[in-house]
């Protein structure tokens, strides 16, 4: 048995553990009415300092703020609180003859005491919409935010705070420590948002307690440019997803594909879409963020200075100011497959181009990566989109689109191996907060009886 009475944070979690009983036995309506009052928070009460804690800690425009952190929290909460009454039913299953005399069907049932650790980039997105489906599921909650992001930790506990008693949800504060500190416990379940580094961590310490996980990990997202693509379409959808957030998203397009006869058209469209979007100098927009800090930085310093020295050319070479966090948005071609920014999620607004001419080049080549977060198509053909659908593999895709499969709520979002394990949003991420409890409940006698030893020769062949 092991002992936890020296850890930091063993009290909360015990006190959490003692109160689960009480959160797993409320009603649907009494866990949508602490959703209501999340919403609220989120919505209404807290929406200035969040859109305030995202400027300060990643520059991030309103509109962004607005759209993730607002819209998209509050649309999970409403899509929960839809279906939470359905979902909180039995849900039967049919018995094949054998077990005539017999019903089944399997409940939701809350896993217990869970933990979320979020990452920086979409700090507030990222803690809270795992967190509607723990509730939503009838889970306590321990929540630990990135420290890296720390305006919006800070935004976090005080939301928290405000709704729920700390043995019902708590937020704990801090960095590398304390999220090992917590990964000591034995939480019922793990939900992890960050880098595959770190994601392999937590699968080793959840191991030690048999935890389940839901990681929600990265990688290189690749797109692939079709020739019977609209360009200008993809040109425009790529670069506003590459710059959003200052290219530090998930499922960013991390590099690109293009067919090599339609390269030089892709770059000048793709030129003319960040002229229109960012104009000549991306420093003085007010709709392009920043990087969250000097190690982010100083990485993406070095993937350049890596690409010059492979000879790489810069299609777009942008201005960069250390003291202001900024890289401008960057094009690169001409990259030899062992430069850094092929071979590391490059988490920023620099994209580099390859070219094919065969598209079983792209499938060989993604063949031999690991299995990406997100992949791109963009392509006007059909038979090409299915070709290129059942010759790969990937967590999620967009096709003539980036990055809006994560917003679809109907649709499972996550990675595959590498990229992730278990999938999140709407329904998807009550299941991972969920135990399906399957239960067989016998009426009458019914023909088991007849599997009574003593056994004979008849029985076997039943
Ligand atoms: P990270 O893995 O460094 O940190 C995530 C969280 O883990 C933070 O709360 C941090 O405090 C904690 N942590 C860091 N090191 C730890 C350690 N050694 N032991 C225990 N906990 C530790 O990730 P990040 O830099 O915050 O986020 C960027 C990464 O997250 C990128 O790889 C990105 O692709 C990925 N990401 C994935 C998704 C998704 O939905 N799949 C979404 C956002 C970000």
Same mark, same amino acid.
């Given at each position: 048995m =092991? ?18 009983h ?23 009460t807290y ?12 520059k ?19 899509h ?5 009454r ?11 003859f ?13 896993k217990?005491?869970?933990? =979320?650790?979020?990452p ?12 509607v ?12 935010p990135?420290?890296?992001a720390?305006h919006?930790?800070?935004?976090? $506990?005080?939301i ?6 700390e043995n019902?949800?708590?937020? =704990? ?13 034995p ?18 310490? $959840? ?12 990688g ?5 440019i079709d ?6 379409l993809?040109?425009?959808? =790529? ?11 998930c499922? $960013? ?12 058209e ?11 979007f ?5 420093s003085?927009?007010s ?50 497959e ?17 070219t ?17 977060l997100?992949l791109?198509?963009? $392509? ?23 990055g ?19 999938? +999140?949003?709407?329904?998807y ?6 135990n ?6 016998r009426? +009458?006698?019914?023909?088991i ?14």
């Amino acid at each position: 048995m =092991i002992n936890y009475t020296d850890n930091k944070h063993f009290s909360l979690f015990n006190k959490q553990e003692k109160h689960q009983h009480i959160v797993a036995n409320t009603s649907y309506r009494e866990r949508i009415s602490k959703l209501n009052a999340l919403q609220r928070a989120v919505e209404v009460t807290y929406r200035e300092k969040i859109q305030d804690a995202l400027h300060k800690d990643l520059k991030r425009p309103i509109v962004e703020s607005d759209l993730v952190a607002v819209y998209l929290v509050v649309k999970e909460i409403k899509h929960v609180k839809a279906h939470l009454r359905q979902w909180f039913k039995k849900q039967p299953v049919d018995s094949q003859f054998t077990l005539l005399g017999t019903t089944s069907w399997y409940i939701y049932e809350p896993k217990g005491v869970c933990l =979320i650790i979020s990452p920086w980039n979409y700090p507030i997105n990222l803690a809270l919409s795992p967190l509607v489906a723990a509730i939503a599921a009838g889970n306590t909650v321990i929540l630990k935010p990135s420290e890296i992001a720390s305006h919006c930790s800070k935004v976090i $506990a005080e939301i928290i705070n405000s709704v729920f008693t700390e043995n019902e949800v708590a937020v =704990i504060e801090g960095g590398v420590e304390t999220a090992q500190e917590l990964l000591k416990l034995p939480f019922n379940h793990i939900f992890f948002t960050g880098s595959i580094e770190v994601g392999k961590i937590v699968m080793s310490a $959840a191991a030690k307690h048999l935890t389940s996980v839901t990681l929600e990990l990265g990688g290189k997202s690749p797109v692939i440019i079709d020739v019977s693509a609209n360009l200008k379409l993809t040109a425009k959808a =790529i670069a506003w997803i590459k710059h959003f957030n200052n290219g530090q998203t998930c499922i $960013a397009p991390d590099y690109v594909f293009v067919h090599e006869s339609i390269k030089n058209e892709f770059i000048r469209l793709y030129k003319m879409a960040l002229l229109e979007f960012y104009t000549e100098d991306a420093s003085k927009s007010s709709t392009y963020g920043r990087l969250i800090n000097e190690k982010q930085y100083n990485r993406l310093i070095g993937y350049l200075e890596d690409a010059r020295t492979h000879n790489a050319h810069f299609e777009v070479e942008g201005p960069t100011n250390a003291s202001d966090l900024f890289i401008g948005p960057t094009v690169i071609t001409n990259l030899p497959e062992e430069s850094l920014l092929l071979q590391e999620e490059i988490f920023g607004p620099i994209l580099p181009i390859k070219t094919y001419n065969e598209i079983d080049e792209v499938i060989e080549y993604l063949k031999s990566k690991p299995k990406p977060l997100a992949l791109y198509i963009y $392509a006007k053909r059909r038979r090409i989109i299915n070709y290129i659908i059942k010759h790969t593999k990937a967590g999620t895709t967009g096709i003539n689109n980036n990055g809006l499969q994560f917003s679809n709520h109907n649709l499972p979002f996550g990675g595959s191996n590498t990229s992730g394990i278990g999938k +999140a949003h709407g329904f998807y991420s009550f299941q991972e907060f969920s135990n399906q409890r399957g239960i067989l409940k016998r009426y +009458a006698i019914g023909p088991i009886r007849l599997l009574y030893p003593p056994y004979t020769n008849f029985k076997a062949l039943l």
